[in-house]
């Protein structure tokens, strides 16, 4: 007969005394602890999440129809300087491509260029699919490929520059058409003056092309460029919201994703929770660090 000891009242059997778990036990244990596994890595899609997700993928195929505002763009460009704002994703790029298009078709020339390096690389990746490498070359301060090409791909700084050099020597820049896409950095407080210099110093005989999703000011932009180059610059605008509205979400750090913002477009009030504690536990830190 067993008889428990004092020690053992506090500090349970002994170590011999301890019976082994059964594999049955074992088995589930582990089926249990990989239950609670999956129940954690599994994201709870509430009506909140679901109606952000909802729609997301590619669209059906189907034919391509321009928009009244692409082909009015076109249209001008004939014999008028042309700046298209539209939102993001609505296709501003095809009208400077179909423009392209027509230009190298009856050979004659174009630049477009981009105010950052890694866009001017995917613009120089796109148009070689498009027009085939031959016909298009790339300018930026780290890659200089088929200069003499008909289409030129660069930084707008590169135009600038060769603008200048135009100048200085005498020769005219081999182009028809120039295109500057995010025209809105004109406004930027430390690159503007490149595009500023750049508008000033092109032709008029260079039609001129400018993209934006951004600019508010677009009747003072457009009558400045008129004056400035005595070409009326025409304004083109894609009424409404963007085609492909932004949805904003936030990973929880349990994984869980909820959507940024609420119906009544606020910040989500799990998140502002969490941020108001985490701000509470800095200051309660802060306080005992005195």
């Known amino acids: 007969m067993y008889c428990m000891r004092r020690s053992d009242r506090f500090h349970g059997p002994r170590r011999g005394d301890r019976q082994r778990p059964r594999p049955h036990d074992v088995a589930t244990n582990i089926a249990g602890d990989r239950d609670r596994e999956r129940s954690r890595e599994a994201v709870p899609y509430n009506r909140e999440l679901r109606e952000l997700l909802a729609g997301i993928g590619a669209p059906k195929p189907a034919p391509f129809k321009p928009d009244p505002f692409q082909l009015e763009a076109l249209a001008a460009l004939e014999s008028e300087d042309v700046l298209v704002t539209a939102p993001t994703g609505s296709g501003k790029t095809w009208i400077a491509r179909e423009e392209i298009r027509r230009l190298l078709d009856a050979g004659k020339q174009a630049w477009y260029t981009t105010p950052l390096k890694a866009l001017t690389n995917s613009k120089y990746a796109e148009?070689?699919?498009e027009f085939g490498a031959?016909?298009?070359g790339i300018l930026t301060g780290d890659r200089k490929e088929n200069s003499g090409a008909p289409?030129?791909?660069?930084?707008t700084e590169i135009f600038r520059n060769q603008l200048f050099d135009s100048l200085r020597g005498g020769e005219e820049v081999r182009?028809?058409?120039v295109v500057f896409d995010e025209a809105h950095y004109l406004a930027d407080e430390d690159r503007g003056h490149v595009w500023e210099e750049a508008i000033i110093l092109t032709?008029?005989?260079?039609?001129m092309l400018l993209l934006s999703a951004t600019i508010g000011n677009a009747q003072e932009f457009s009558g400045w460029i008129s004056e400035l180059r005595g070409v009326y610059c025409r304004i083109v605008t894609r009424p409404g919201n963007r085609?492909?509205?932004?949805?904003?979400?936030?990973?929880?750090?349990?994984?869980?994703?909820?959507?940024?913002?609420?119906?009544?477009?606020?910040?989500?009030?799990?998140?502002?929770t969490m941020i108001e504690r985490r701000d509470e536990s800095r200051s309660r830190r802060n306080y005992r660090s005195r």
């Open 127 to 129: 148009f070689t699919e």
């Open 151 to 155: 289409l030129v791909v660069g930084t």
């Open 175 to 177: 182009a028809d058409l």
């Open 203 to 207: 032709p008029s005989r260079i039609r």
């Open 243 to 272: 085609p492909v509205p932004l949805r904003a979400a936030f990973m929880m750090p349990d994984k869980r994703l909820v959507p940024l913002l609420s119906e009544n477009g606020k910040l989500n009030r799990e998140l502002a």
């Open 134 to 136: 031959e016909r298009v």
